[in-house]
Structures are given as structure tokens and as C-alpha cells.
């Protein structure tokens, strides 16, 4: 989409590769040829997004799992499709499979959507259900298993089949590679790039926005963070304001939040009716 404006630019230059710090202001790109070369900036911006977290499940690693992203390119419809995870990919990508006419089965290690009010994934489970998913919640996953032609997950006390598995238990930063414990960029435990409102990192010239950071994971918020990043980067004094982000899950019926959650609101001492 975007590489005719890059091509049209004589001004902006694009390297494929691998980057790693070698300092503060070079990268050391490794190209697809395995050849290195320098790249040296006063600026710099970490916009290297996120990928699927694959849990540490004894068996998982040696099957044909899918993620999200094998998933929505399938051409052939599962019969009985196991999803591994409540979150937001996770609850999407059931619904429409079971939409699309498979069976599904949803696994979850505590409740659905987790992460937000509780009172939205205790609606979404009986419509699922509703719907003809199966959801298990509060389910431990203790191995995982495959034969050539099922997948057997086991839980703490019931086994589950089906014939493809999703795994969609969250997503992980994109920055294990980068070396920035070598310049001091910060990060927290789940190896996010941790930066303030204006997209600034620990390091007073280098910027992070999008998946990669520690800021909500949607496009809209990437998109407001890189033009934000940017212009700081030229001088600017821009701050991104996320206390009233809008956003939503494409389920059916659709969830939509604004604001603090009701847990988020006590935690800053709000009243809160």
C-alpha cells in the first residue's frame, strides 16, 4: 500500500532486514542477502509492532496450530475448531467460524475478555452459548496433543477434540532482537517498550508507537501514536490523549467502550456511580 510513496520519495530510504542497537544512534541491519550494514540517526522510532504469544503448553510446539493470522486465510472450513484463549481475537474469530457453520470450542484460563469490565464477558457467554459454542472458562490447558488428524487438548479434568486449533492467548512485543537493554530503552515484563504521552522511550531521541508499546493494541491508536511520534521527532510538542479512547469487539452484538472501566475509575479514588 504504502511502498509507492516510499519509491516516489528520493528522500526516504528503505533497507530490509533485521535491525539490532549497536549504540545509541546505529543500527546494525542484517539484509535478507545475510550481508550487515550501519545505519546511523539522531532520531529514531520503534515501530516494530506485535506477534502471537505462543504459551508453553507441553506438546503445542511440535503441531499444526493455527494463529490468527493462518486462520483468516483458511480455505477449508474445520468441523470442529478449538480456540484456545477469551480475548478479543480469540472471541471474534469463534463467533464468525461458528457463523461459517463449524463447530466450536472455546478455552478459556479465566473469564472471557479478562482484561476489561466483567460484566462484558459475563454477557457475551451465554449469547455464545446460545449460538451453539461451547465455552469453558476457567480452564486449565495441561497438554496438547495432535495425531495427524485431531487435536486432543486436556484439561485439568476433561479432554477436548476437534480438528484445528487456534491459539489466540495474546499478543507479544516485537523487541527481543533489537538489543535495547545495550542503550537502556525501558520495557516492562512482557517486553513492551514503556513511553510517555508524547511516544518518548527512556532514551531522550528514540520513539516507539503502535503494538510494540504499552499503549492499547488497535490500528487507530498506532496510527494517532506514528503521526504524533513523527512530528515530535521534528520539533513538535504533541501529547496522544487515550483518557476517553473509543473502541470496539466485532462480535455479535458488537461490544463498544469509552472512558475508564468502573475498576480503572476507584483505582484514581473517582466516585463512581
Known amino acids: 500500500k504504502y511502498e509507492s510513496i516510499l519509491e516516489a520519495n528520493?528522500?526516504?530510504?528503505?533497507?530490509?532486514?533485521?535491525?539490532?542497537?549497536?549504540n545509541a544512534n546505529t543500527l546494525v541491519v542484517k539484509k535478507t542477502n545475510g550481508d550487515e550494514t550501519e545505519v546511523h540517526a539522531d532520531r529514531i522510532l520503534l515501530a516494530v509492532?506485535?506477534?502471537s504469544a505462543i504459551?508453553?503448553?507441553?506438546?503445542?510446539?511440535?503441531?499444526?496450530?493455527?494463529?490468527?493470522t493462518e486462520a483468516l486465510v483458511a480455505e477449508e472450513m474445520p468441523e470442529h475448531l478449538l480456540v484456545l484463549g477469551g480475548s478479543v481475537i480469540a472471541l471474534e474469530l469463534a463467533q464468525a467460524f461458528r457463523h461459517l457453520g463449524a463447530k466450536v470450542t472455546v478455552i478459556a484460563r479465566s473469564t472471557l475478555l479478562s482484561k476489561d469490565d466483567p460484566a462484558?464477558?459475563?454477557?457475551?457467554?451465554?449469547?455464545?452459548?446460545d449460538e451453539g459454542i461451547n465455552v469453558l472458562t476457567h480452564s486449565s490447558t495441561q497438554t496438547i496433543t495432535h495425531d495427524g488428524k485431531t487435536f486432543m487438548v486436556n484439561l485439568k479434568d476433561s479432554e477436548v477434540r476437534g480438528d484445528r486449533l487456534l491459539v489466540a492467548t495474546g499478543r507479544q512485543a516485537n523487541t527481543n532482537a533489537l538489543d535495547?537493554?545495550?542503550?537502556?530503552?525501558?520495557m516492562d515484563q512482557q517486553g513492551r517498550i514503556i513511553i510517555d504521552d508524547h511516544m518518548r522511550t527512556s532514551v531522550k531521541h528514540v520513539y516507539a508507537a503502535g503494538d510494540c508499546t504499552t499503549q492499547p493494541q488497535f490500528v487507530y491508536v498506532a496510527a494517532a501514536a506514528g503521526t504524533r511520534a513523527a512530528r515530535n521527532m521534528?520539533?513538535?510538542?504533541i501529547a496522544i490523549d487515550l483518557s476517553v479512547m473509543p473502541a470496539v469487539i466485532f462480535t455479535t452484538p458488537q461490544v463498544a467502550t469509552v472512558g475508564l472501566t468502573e475498576q480503572q475509575a476507584k483505582h484514581q479514588s473517582l466516585d463512581v456511580q
Open 120 to 129: 462484558i464477558g459475563e454477557a457475551l457467554k451465554p449469547i455464545f452459548e
Open 180 to 186: 535495547l537493554e545495550k542503550i537502556g530503552v525501558k
Open 234 to 237: 521534528t520539533g513538535d510538542d
Open 55 to 68: 504459551p508453553t503448553i507441553p506438546g503445542l510446539a511440535g503441531t499444526p496450530y493455527w494463529t490468527s
Open 10 to 22: 528520493p528522500d526516504i530510504n528503505l533497507v530490509r532486514g533485521m535491525a539490532r542497537f549497536k
Open 49 to 51: 509492532g506485535a506477534r
